[in-house]
């Protein structure tokens, strides 16, 4: 009976559990507007025993919802896959590998590696030695510099000595440094050098106008890089490169095997891995997989790769696993002949001749043997060359022709049972495609989507460790001012290229010299110098002093051009007149300027005397309209708002606050107020100075902020015009209605957030935000080595002020800190929603602005931190972003160091718990976070390093600039609390996509000539607003980007775009929380001939992310790639694909 008792009872409780959960369930529907919300809402609480305990395998299976089983969701077309079938994952080899870093002998960081001597008895080994020289565009000398002094020397020697004997062989990367030789070479030169390409024994590999980053860099830059390399490749040379070659970045993205892949690539190769990664899969045999994506149940994302399984690329570390054996074998280290450093392990080469050819041949083929028995094929792959190799002809003959002898000896001798020759990439890949073709009878030359017997292996290599404990995970957040630069050029450039196409369809340029045309030199040149900072010694911030500011200075030229393009697009565009140039008048101005390339963005403040008014024009580059509260500032707080049809608008004015001064006041105006935008387009507002407004207007003044007082000092006083008020409180709140932020009052400090719903309880959420340091003497600029534990900055006491009005409520603080004050300030504002009283996006999320000045010796060897410790139980277990692409699971393993556990972060990570509680971080700029204990996030916001750290830079990393991080936090509660959350695979919920997009995509604004306010209302030559759409692109279908493929050129104009569909959770809110949210791809057709109202789309054409490959099968894995989608322009894609589309318009 005490059994049944028993058992009876904890079927009541599991059934009031479920009568619990399925009232919560509805009232999040009917709190998220679910598709047919409240018609299933009350169905679920009449059928209850449809729904079964959150442990039971079936949960829900109803139109509009996902289905949940333990484990898994829905995988219908709508959804992303949880996760694809893989040989091998990452996170199972960080799982299975113990880190002890035990020494292997002559390999160093492996084993005694040993041959039977009958592996190549049915298959010869056939070897591959490949020269190349890695050419860094800027590291310890400017671009520019090395190209005067190296590269370009290079280049023609290269041709020089190919050109000698066709048994020769070279592979070249960077094409930013391949088009400057191009202005310089002779025309026999660039005739050789296409003759070279074309036989085959040149081949261009990646292509990339860069070898970029894989870590900081974003994926629309990735993009643009290997677009810009890749298009002037094919216009200027006549090839696509097929290859591609990455040795050396600082570990490796899946976004990159992706998006080669999406480019018509069809084979990749990697160097920079863990040690420990490189040697497990050596031992596995491993070292060459399908790359492929997580989410890829379909199998159309693989890519052939092929890892290095040494320390280096350099010439020592890649004939074998003896570097002492290898570094006999590079000729420029020849005693008094050679100009390179010696071999440090004591043999140094020996020029071969006939009495030490077979003695030499034998000692490298033995390396040979050995390094072809860690791969799965007899086809062998040899690098030769290191950075800026091949200068001189001089080198260039010893390599070939020392070498050369030795291929001859073992080509004469077959009992070897070995070929050895110089090759390409193209010779190697296809000639292990041709072995496994044979060996296993099937077609894989054929099939570039497969190479049979090979593992499939999905996951990323961060964060890479070359030996030891050194983990290079500091180059996440070095030189993170540079960093914030590359990301609004990116932006600038995407919204400008926007533009560009749409003021060309309406100006119709005759000429260079019309508009747009006059601006294409400047368009193509931010393009490059965007590609330029994606380079692995750019974005990284790894590179000399001097070096940056060239990367600082080509950039800030480009922002300044691009935003004198945009201003003079956004008169064009609502001049109702044409595009003549009499009727320019120079009417718009960008609303931010820089003044230096080291130098903070400055509003301009809008001065008006009485009667006079000024447009501030927005432009929206994003694919979704977007309400937003804007702020412009202004010198005289008496001033009001009108709309586009000179409406008057609701405003606030607050004090504008010095970031870090003692008397925080600079004694100008922030003025918000709520704009609708369209998407893609424009919308006039009109700030007119309160007195003497044109008859007829109603004039309602912006409204002055309350400001609340904490901690104050005798040097702060109350602006004019405002009540300041004196408190004392322990924790205060600042609320929009959505959610309700708690903070400290003695510090400033984010405390909680809470969630307001209208028809369940609030969710409170502690989030206590610190910031803290570690100290190191050793991190350097690729390094991060904390002497231990990070350290509190933040004292009692340092100065808060609050902001509260009707658009925003702001907390900001003055740190005081442990050492020192006046350094580090933060801003954490909420914005309200506009008088419809509609959910924005941007009153969903939290906005956290940090001031970070580290200028002087008190910060020296400081790493500053912000960490947020919520009450969610991650378990250590938190989700960070590849290139703003996708997102992967991490985990914080004991046996790796605080320093190894630290991931790169480009623009989110986020933090969540089984019961569906997420906590997310988006940033505007790369940076580094980690998750040290469960529940937290910590990101890295800027480090000062006194010493190098032993990688080659030669210097610390002291050019700190005065930087504002910008963060957006967001809570969200899962619709549907679906029982495992920590599955390896998660994707950000469709309102974190938007948060994000808006974060990262944001409005442009220009400011209009000052005029009589009477003249404003009476002006009909210029509309009030612009937009581009005849219809609303899904929520979940992103615009990439749209641009004109080659700007100068005027007549028949081909256009690429680019689009995402977003892979996002469905078990939150389908409507992305807010009201504005209506269509989603799986119901909205998207037609590519009537979605631009301003382009007469004649053609479309499916194309690679490149824009290279226009026909299908170049297209895996694409969706309504066939003739009739093309003729139609109907988009089709799955979720996380990206698509290229060619246009061309009538």
Same mark, same amino acid.
């Given at each position: 009976?005490?059994?049944?008792?028993?058992?009876?009872?904890?079927?009541?409780?599991?059934?009031?559990?479920?009568?619990?959960?399925?009232?919560?369930?509805?009232?999040?529907?009917?709190?998220?507007?679910?598709?047919?919300?409240?018609?299933?809402?009350?169905?679920?609480?009449?059928?209850?025993?449809?729904?079964?305990?959150?442990?039971?395998?079936?949960?829900?299976?109803?139109?509009?919802?996902?289905?949940?089983?333990?484990?898994?969701?829905?995988?219908?077309?709508?959804? @992303?896959?949880?996760?694809?079938?893989? !040989?091998?994952?990452?996170?199972?080899?960080?799982?299975?590998?113990?880190?002890?870093?035990?020494?292997?002998?002559?390999?160093?960081?492996?084993?005694?590696?040993?041959?039977?001597?009958?592996?190549?008895?049915?298959?010869?080994?056939?070897?591959?030695?490949?020269?190349?020289?890695?050419?860094?565009?800027?590291?310890?000398?400017?671009?520019?510099?090395?190209?005067?002094?190296?590269?370009?020397?290079?280049?023609?020697?290269?041709?020089?000595?190919?050109?000698?004997?066709?048994?020769?062989?070279?592979?070249?990367?960077?094409?930013?440094?391949?088009?400057?030789?191009?202005?310089?070479?002779?025309?026999?030169?660039?005739?050789?050098?296409?003759?070279?390409?074309?036989?085959?024994?040149?081949?261009? @590999?990646?292509?990339?106008? @860069?070898?970029?980053?894989?870590?900081?860099?974003?994926?629309?830059?990735?993009?643009?890089?290997?677009?810009?390399?890749?298009?002037?490749?094919?216009?200027?040379?006549?090839?696509?490169?097929?290859?591609?070659?990455?040795?050396?970045?600082?570990?490796?993205?899946?976004?990159?095997?992706?998006?080669?892949?999406?480019?018509?690539?069809?084979?990749?190769?990697?160097?920079?891995?863990?040690?420990?990664?490189?040697?497990?899969?050596?031992?596995?045999?491993?070292?060459?997989?399908?790359?492929?994506?997580?989410?890829?149940?379909?199998?159309?994302?693989?890519?052939?790769?092929?890892?290095?399984?040494?320390? &280096?690329?350099?010439?020592?570390?890649?004939?074998?696993?003896?570097?002492?054996?290898?570094?006999?074998? !590079? %000729?420029?280290?020849?005693?008094?002949?050679?100009?390179?450093?010696?071999?440090?392990?004591?043999?140094?080469?020996?020029?071969?001749?006939?009495?030490?050819?077979?003695?030499?041949?034998?000692?490298?083929?033995?390396?040979?043997?050995?390094?072809?028995?860690?791969?799965?094929?007899?086809?062998?792959?040899?690098?030769?060359?290191?950075?800026?190799?091949?200068?001189?002809?001089?080198?260039?003959?010893?390599?070939?022709?020392?070498? *050369?002898?030795?291929?001859?000896?073992?080509?004469?001798?077959?009992?070897?049972?070995?070929?050895?020759?110089?090759?390409?990439?193209?010779?190697?890949?296809?000639?292990?495609?041709?072995?496994?073709?044979?060996?296993?009878?099937?077609?894989?030359?054929?099939?570039?989507?497969?190479?049979?017997?090979?593992?499939?292996?999905?996951?990323?290599?961060?964060?890479?460790?070359?030996?030891?404990?050194?983990?290079?995970?500091?180059?996440?957040?070095?030189?993170?001012?540079?960093?914030? @630069?590359?990301?609004?050029?990116?932006?600038?450039?995407?919204?400008?290229?926007?533009?560009?196409?749409?003021?060309?369809?309406?100006?119709?340029?005759?000429?260079?010299?019309?508009?747009?045309?006059?601006?294409?030199?400047?368009?193509?040149?931010?393009?490059?110098?965007?590609?330029?900072?994606?380079?692995?010694?750019?974005?990284?911030?790894? +590179?000399?002093?001097?070096?940056?500011?060239?990367?600082?200075?080509?950039?800030?030229?480009?922002?300044?051009?691009?935003?004198?393009?945009? +201003?003079?697009?956004?008169?064009?565009?609502?001049?109702?007149?044409?595009?003549?140039?009499?009727?320019?008048? *120079?009417?718009?101005?960008?609303?931010?300027?820089?003044?230096?390339?080291?130098?903070?963005?400055?509003?301009?403040?809008?001065?008006?005397?009485?009667?006079?008014?000024?447009?501030?024009?927005?432009?929206?580059?994003?694919?979704?309209?977007?309400?937003?509260?804007?702020?412009?500032?202004?010198?005289?707080?008496?001033?009001?708002?009108?709309?586009?049809?000179?409406?008057?608008?609701?405003?606030?004015?607050?004090?504008?606050?010095?970031?870090?001064? &003692?008397?925080?006041?600079?004694?100008?105006?922030?003025?918000?107020?709520?704009?609708?935008?369209?998407?893609?387009?424009?919308?006039?507002?009109?700030?007119?100075?309160?007195?003497?407004?044109?008859?007829?207007?109603?004039?309602?003044?912006?409204?002055?902020?309350?400001?609340?007082?904490?901690?104050?000092?005798?040097?702060?006083?109350?602006?004019?015009?405002?009540?300041?008020?004196?408190?004392?409180?322990?924790?205060?709140?600042?609320?929009?209605?959505?959610?309700?932020?708690?903070?400290?009052?003695?510090?400033?400090?984010?405390?909680?957030?809470?969630?307001?719903?209208?028809?369940?309880?609030?969710?409170?959420?502690?989030?206590?935000?610190?910031?803290?340091?570690?100290?190191? +003497?050793?991190?350097?600029?690729?390094?991060?080595?904390?002497?231990?534990?990070?350290?509190?900055?933040?004292?009692?006491?340092?100065?808060?002020?609050?902001?509260?009005?009707?658009?925003?409520?702001?907390?900001?603080?003055?740190?005081?800190?442990?050492?020192?004050?006046?350094?580090?300030?933060?801003?954490?504002?909420?914005?309200?929603?506009?008088?419809?009283?509609?959910?924005?996006?941007?009153?969903?999320?939290?906005?956290?602005?940090?001031?970070?000045?580290?200028?002087?010796?008190?910060?020296?060897?400081?790493?500053?931190?912000?960490?947020?410790?919520?009450?969610?139980?991650?378990?250590?277990?938190?989700?960070?972003?590849?290139?703003?692409?996708?997102?992967?699971?991490?985990? /914080?393993?004991?046996?790796?160091?605080?320093?190894?556990?630290?991931?790169?972060?480009?623009?989110?990570?986020?933090? *969540?718990?089984?019961?569906?509680?997420?906590?997310?971080?988006?940033?505007?700029?790369?940076?580094?976070?980690?998750?040290?204990?469960?529940?937290?996030?910590?990101?890295?916001?800027?480090?000062?390093?006194?010493?190098?750290?032993?990688?080659?830079?030669?210097?610390?990393?002291?050019?700190?600039?005065?930087?504002?991080?910008?963060?957006?936090?967001?809570?969200?509660?899962?619709? /549907?609390?679906?029982?495992?959350?920590?599955?390896?695979?998660?994707?950000?919920?469709?309102?974190?996509?938007?948060?994000?997009?808006?974060?990262?995509?944001?409005?442009?604004?220009?400011?209009?000539?000052?005029?009589?306010?009477?003249?404003?209302?009476?002006?009909?030559?210029?509309?009030?607003?612009?937009?581009?759409?005849?219809?609303?692109?899904?929520?979940?279908?992103?615009?990439?980007?749209?641009?004109?493929?080659?700007?100068?050129?005027?007549?028949?104009?081909?256009?690429?775009?680019?689009?995402?569909?977003?892979?996002?959770?469905? &078990? %939150?809110?389908?409507?992305?929380?807010?009201? &504005?949210?209506?269509?989603?791809?799986?119901?909205?057709?998207?037609?590519?001939?009537?979605?631009?109202?301003?382009?007469?789309?004649?053609?479309?054409?499916?194309?690679?992310?490149?824009?290279?490959?226009?026909?299908?099968?170049?297209?895996?894995?694409?969706?309504?790639?066939?003739?009739?989608?093309?003729?139609?322009?109907?988009?089709?894609?799955?979720?996380?694909?990206?698509?290229?589309?060619?246009?061309?318009?009538?």
């Amino acid at each position: 009976m005490a059994a049944s008792s028993s058992s009876g009872s904890s079927s009541g409780r599991r059934k009031v559990r479920v009568i619990q959960r399925r009232h919560r369930l509805v009232y999040e529907i009917l709190d998220c507007g679910v598709r047919g919300g409240i018609v299933l809402a009350l169905l679920l609480l009449v059928v209850g025993m449809a729904i079964y305990s959150w442990s039971a395998d079936p949960i829900v299976s109803m139109p509009g919802m996902p289905m949940i089983r333990r484990g898994a969701r829905d995988l219908s077309p709508s959804r @992303v896959q949880l996760e694809a079938v893989m !040989d091998i994952s990452t996170k199972e080899l960080y799982d299975a590998i113990a880190f002890e870093n035990k020494d292997g002998g002559a390999w160093t960081q492996g084993w005694a590696v040993k041959y039977r001597g009958d592996e190549w008895n049915r298959e010869k080994l056939k070897v591959f030695v490949v020269p190349h020289s890695h050419n860094d565009p800027g590291w310890l000398r400017t671009v520019e510099e090395y190209y005067q002094e190296r590269t370009k020397h290079i280049l023609s020697t290269v041709v020089g000595a190919l050109r000698k004997d066709p048994r020769r062989k070279f592979i070249w990367e960077e094409m930013s440094y391949l088009h400057r030789w191009w202005q310089d070479a002779s025309d026999s030169e660039k005739q050789d050098f296409i003759r070279l390409v074309k036989s085959g024994q040149l081949e261009v @590999v990646g292509g990339g106008w @860069v070898m970029n980053d894989e870590a900081n860099s974003h994926h629309f830059a990735i993009i643009e890089q290997i677009t810009a390399g890749n298009l002037w490749l094919r216009d200027t040379i006549g090839v696509t490169p097929r290859n591609a070659w990455a040795i050396d970045p600082f570990g490796h993205s899946a976004t990159m095997a992706y998006l080669l892949r999406r480019m018509g690539f069809a084979n990749m190769l990697i160097q920079r891995t863990h040690y420990e990664v490189k040697k497990e899969l050596a031992q596995r045999q491993s070292l060459e997989f399908m790359w492929r994506q997580g989410w890829d149940s379909a199998n159309s994302t693989a890519i052939f790769c092929h890892m290095m399984p040494f320390y &280096s690329y350099d010439i020592p570390h890649t004939c074998g696993p003896e570097p002492a054996v290898c570094c006999q074998f !590079d %000729y420029w280290r020849l005693v008094r002949v050679g100009q390179a450093q010696r071999c440090p392990w004591g043999y140094n080469p020996e020029e071969i001749n006939e009495g030490n050819v077979r003695e030499r041949a034998m000692l490298l083929l033995d390396q040979y043997r050995k390094k072809s028995t860690l791969y799965r094929s007899n086809t062998l792959l040899v690098p030769l060359g290191d950075d800026f190799r091949y200068v001189t002809p001089q080198e260039a003959e010893l390599q070939f022709t020392n070498y *050369q002898v030795i291929f001859d000896y073992i080509s004469a001798h077959p009992e070897l049972k070995a070929s050895v020759q110089f090759g390409t990439l193209e010779d190697y890949f296809s000639t292990l495609r041709d072995e496994v073709a044979r060996s296993t009878k099937s077609s894989s030359r054929a099939n570039e989507d497969e190479v049979p017997g090979f593992p499939s292996l999905s996951g990323d290599f961060f964060t890479y460790a070359d030996r030891m404990h050194d983990y290079w995970s500091g180059y996440y957040v070095s030189r993170p001012f540079y960093k914030a @630069v590359d990301r609004v050029l990116e932006h600038t450039l995407r919204a400008a290229n926007i533009l560009y196409v749409f003021t060309h369809a309406k100006c119709r340029p005759k000429d260079t010299s019309s508009f747009p045309a006059s601006y294409s030199n400047a368009i193509v040149s931010a393009s490059q110098n965007l590609a330029l900072f994606q380079h692995h010694d750019g974005v990284t911030g790894t +590179a000399r002093d001097h070096v940056v500011e060239d990367y600082g200075t080509r950039m800030h030229t480009s922002l300044v051009e691009l935003q004198a393009f945009m +201003a003079a697009s956004v008169e064009a565009l609502l001049l109702q007149q044409q595009c003549k140039s009499e009727n320019f008048r *120079q009417w718009y101005e960008p609303e931010e300027s820089r003044s230096k390339f080291n130098m903070l963005a400055v509003k301009k403040s809008v001065r008006l005397a009485s009667g006079q008014a000024r447009r501030v024009v927005f432009f929206n580059p994003l694919e979704e309209a977007v309400e937003h509260v804007v702020m412009v500032v202004v010198d005289d707080p008496a001033v009001c708002v009108f709309g586009p049809s000179w409406a008057s608008v609701d405003s606030q004015i607050s004090p504008e606050w010095d970031e870090t001064g &003692s008397n925080l006041s600079t004694g100008r105006h922030r003025l918000h107020w709520t704009a609708l935008v369209p998407a893609l387009g424009l919308a006039t507002f009109f700030v007119s100075s309160a007195e003497g407004v044109a008859d007829g207007s109603s004039c309602k003044r912006a409204v002055p902020a309350r400001i609340r007082v904490f901690n104050s000092d005798d040097k702060f006083s109350c602006p004019n015009g405002y009540s300041c008020s004196l408190e004392t409180v322990e924790t205060l709140e600042i609320t929009n209605g959505f959610q309700t932020l708690g903070f400290d009052s003695t510090t400033g400090m984010l405390r909680s957030i809470q969630i307001s719903k209208a028809a369940s309880p609030s969710t409170l959420v502690a989030v206590e935000e610190d910031v803290a340091y570690y100290s190191s +003497a050793g991190s350097g600029a690729y390094l991060f080595l904390p002497d231990g534990e990070a350290k509190s900055l933040v004292q009692a006491g340092g100065l808060v002020l609050v902001t509260e009005g009707r658009a925003m409520q702001e907390v900001h603080v003055v740190l005081k800190t442990s050492i020192g004050g006046g350094e580090l300030s933060r801003s954490a504002r909420l914005y309200h929603s506009g008088a419809t009283g509609r959910k924005s996006v941007q009153a969903l999320s939290v906005e956290i602005n940090y001031h970070v000045a580290l200028l002087d010796h008190r910060f020296n060897n400081k790493e500053i931190i912000a960490r947020f410790k919520t009450g969610i139980d991650s378990g250590r277990v938190f989700h960070s972003d590849l290139n703003g692409f996708q997102t992967i699971r991490r985990e /914080t393993y004991d046996k790796i160091p605080l320093q190894g556990n630290y991931y790169p972060m480009p623009s989110l990570a986020f933090v *969540q718990d089984s019961r569906g509680k997420r906590f997310s971080v988006h940033s505007r700029q790369a940076l580094g976070v980690a998750s040290l204990q469960t529940g937290w996030l910590e990101v890295m916001l800027d480090r000062r390093l006194t010493q190098d750290d032993g990688r080659g830079l030669g210097q610390g990393v002291m050019d700190n600039r005065p930087l504002n991080i910008v963060f957006q936090l967001l809570l969200e509660e899962n619709v /549907t609390s679906s029982a495992s959350f920590h599955q390896k695979l998660s994707v950000p919920s469709l309102l974190s996509h938007r948060v994000g997009a808006q974060l990262n995509y944001p409005m442009h604004a220009f400011l209009g000539k000052i005029v009589e306010s009477s003249v404003v209302i009476q002006e009909t030559s210029m509309d009030t607003q612009w937009s581009s759409l005849a219809s609303a692109f899904p929520c979940d279908l992103h615009l990439v980007g749209i641009k004109a493929l080659r700007p100068s050129q005027l007549e028949d104009v081909e256009y690429g775009l680019l689009l995402q569909r977003r892979g996002w959770d469905e &078990s %939150y809110c389908r409507k992305g929380g807010t009201d &504005s949210c209506s269509t989603l791809a799986t119901s909205a057709k998207v037609d590519l001939h009537s979605t631009f109202s301003n382009l007469v789309v004649s053609k479309v054409t499916p194309s690679s992310l490149n824009f290279l490959h226009d026909h299908a099968e170049t297209l895996p894995g694409r969706k309504g790639a066939g003739a009739s989608a093309a003729g139609i322009g109907i988009v089709e894609m799955s979720p996380m694909e990206i698509q290229a589309y060619k246009l061309m318009v009538e």
